[in-house]
């Protein structure tokens, strides 16, 4: 029987990069700032004193440069993690993902893999507005070639940064700094959660909240004082946008009769928007309501915390959604 301990998210992605680095020397981090206490929270935590500076590489500010040193070197054999403290400035490293790393392995007919983490980090909030508050998942989800997961939980967070590091190509893994001091137990040896497979929360009958990330945590909150009104609404962690898990979520959208999407993205064009269709397309039958989203509005990031409280979405928007189609 596995052992488990309580871990913060941080320090469990941080377990996953020590234990996946000891097993595997292929395994390499490179990114700004991984040897800073602070500008990756404690995701790097030990690393460098662990396995060197050949293995743990800070680099000078250039996202393209770092990024397209790391899908080289994924063509060349190796295993790198890539990480953009934030997330917002992978827009500079467009290129090497979406049209190298991306591409690769389908222009060589199968012959070169490109395995390589993307890892990108969400710094939303405490007033950093437009430029360093953006969440790019639908963006990187569109792209064909990439899998994209976005973990909401410790145990998800370290079983879905394994499994990326061990695909043959490349994982864009995004994290949010909000989930940094979720707490839960995590088994001790190293392990990984499935790409491509959604789970299932909390059961329910009314209505099916399919969410990722940190609004898979104001779900659950919505979901407890829903229950206290009686209603019953079935909670779904989508863990990956791409490949989506249809089947659960079709699945739970049958059995409830309605959906709501909270996703942490702008509304137009985006993973809420392509769920919305899924369940429009193979689950019209059933619906017994209008699909509601609870996303971003179509705006940027505002500075002021009195805007910033109006632009982000929490439970309760998610319980005025719910109560919209009911």
Known sequence: MSSHRILSYSLAINEALHQTMAADPAVFLIGQGVKSPWYVGNTAQGLRERFGDERVIDTPVSENAMTGAAVGAALAGMRPVV??????????????????????YYMSGGSLPVPVVFWGILNRGGEQAAQH????????????GLKVVMPATPYDAKGLMVAAI??????????????????????????????????????GTDVTVAASSFMVQEA?????????????????????????????LLASVKKTGRLVVADGGWRSFGVAAEISALAAERAFGALRAPVARVTLPDCPAPASTALENAYYRNSTDIIQAVRSIL
Do not use: C
């Not at 508050?133 to 064909?144: C, D, I, K, T, V």
């Not at 994982?171 to 040896?189: A, G, K, S, T």
């Open 220 to 248: 659950l909150q919505a979901s407890e004082l829903l229950a206290e009104a009686g209603i019953a609404a079935e909670i779904i962690d989508l863990r990956t946008i791409k490949p989506l898990d249809g089947e659960t």
């Open 133 to 144: 508050s953006q969440a790019l998942h639908g963006m990187f989800a569109q792209a064909p």
């Open 83 to 104: 990480v953009h403290p934030r997330m917002d400035f992978m827009f500079y490293a467009f290129d090497p993902i979406i049209n190298e790393a991306a591409n690769w």
């Open 166 to 203: 061990r695909e043959s190509n490349p994982v864009v893994f995004i994290d949010d700094r909000w989930l940094y001091r979720l707490e839960e137990p995590v088994p001790e040896e190293i392990y990984t959660v499935e790409i491509g497979r959604a789970r299932i929360v909390r059961e």
